[in-house]
């Protein structure tokens, strides 16, 4: 019997937890940009946006990850994640706006949830480290989640950024906008890659998993005491 309590009082207690830590889980549509993929020519890309995925000024390459060996790709670069990433262009000097990519209405929040947006970025090459780029959220409320960044050329870097759900549904996007501090025409044309995008509920501060565990040893004490008492 005691057993037996034990063993309901640790569900029970465990429901809890878990009921907290995973509330809400979001649904972007095609994450890492390999769902419907193209027919890539043999230079390994196509100007167009990504099943789920809306442009902004200038449509975006959609990008076949390079397989180490093509000398014929055009960008001899392999994806984070998957089969494709995404490229988007922009020149310093003729593009007034910055070129995005957005996919509105993720669902599955949680409102008043807290959530990780996390994704990969990558320059790609030296002059387009030094355009900018940026990502936000709106639906509800908008968040900017960077501002401004600068990507690496030589390897792919997480980002991560937390918000706080307005509502059930968000918009996410991406922006990015080439600079050229020196001037030299040759660095005008910029690209920063895209990849492995997702949003997660945040992972809680220790001390707030030291709180959970204690809110469920006490419901497992009392579901204990009640019952033996019966």
């Given at each position: ?25 979001q ?7 390999d769902d ?12 167009q946006?990504?099943?789920g995925w ?6 975006p390459y959609w990008i076949?990850?390079w397989?180490g060996v093509?000398t014929?790709a055009?960008f ?7 089969a ?12 007034t706006?910055a ?5 509105n209405?993720i669902?599955g929040?949680t409102?008043?949830e807290?959530?990780?947006v996390?994704?990969y ?7 387009s ?12 409320t ?8 600068h990507?690496?050329?030589t ?6 950024a ?5 509502s059930a549904?968000i918009?996410l996007?991406?922006t990015?906008?080439?600079?050229n501090s ?7 044309d910029q690209?920063i ?5 997702s949003i997660t509920p945040?992972?809680?501060e220790?001390s ?8 469920a ?12 008492l019966?």
């Amino acid at each position: 019997m005691k057993t037996s309590l034990l063993k309901t009082a640790f569900a029970a207690a465990l429901a809890v937890f878990l009921g907290v830590v995973g509330a809400g889980a979001q649904t972007i549509v095609n994450s890492s940009f390999d769902d419907n993929l193209p027919t890539f020519p043999a230079n390994g890309f196509v100007s167009q946006s990504p099943t789920g995925w809306g442009a902004v000024t200038v449509t975006p390459y959609w990008i076949q990850s390079w397989d180490g060996v093509d000398t014929a790709a055009a960008f001899k670069v392999a994806a984070e994640d998957g089969a494709a990433f995404v490229g988007l262009q922009n020149n310093a000097s003729s593009n007034t706006t910055a070129t995005g990519l957005y996919q509105n209405n993720i669902t599955g929040l949680t409102a008043g949830e807290t959530y990780t947006v996390s994704f990969y970025i990558r320059a790609r090459n030296v002059q387009s480290e030094e355009g900018n780029f940026s990502a936000n959220i709106s639906g509800g409320t908008s968040v900017i989640l960077v501002s401004n960044i600068h990507a690496s050329s030589t390897a792919w870097t997480l980002i991560t950024a937390n918000f706080t759900a307005a509502s059930a549904s968000i918009n996410l996007g991406f922006t990015f906008r080439g600079i050229n501090s020196e001037g030299i025409t040759a660095r005008n044309d910029q690209m920063i890659f895209i990849d492995n995008v997702s949003i997660t509920p945040a992972i809680p501060e220790p001390s707030t998993y030291a709180l959970l565990a204690a809110l469920a040893i006490g419901i497992a004490c009392v579901i204990v005491r009640r019952r033996s008492l019966r």
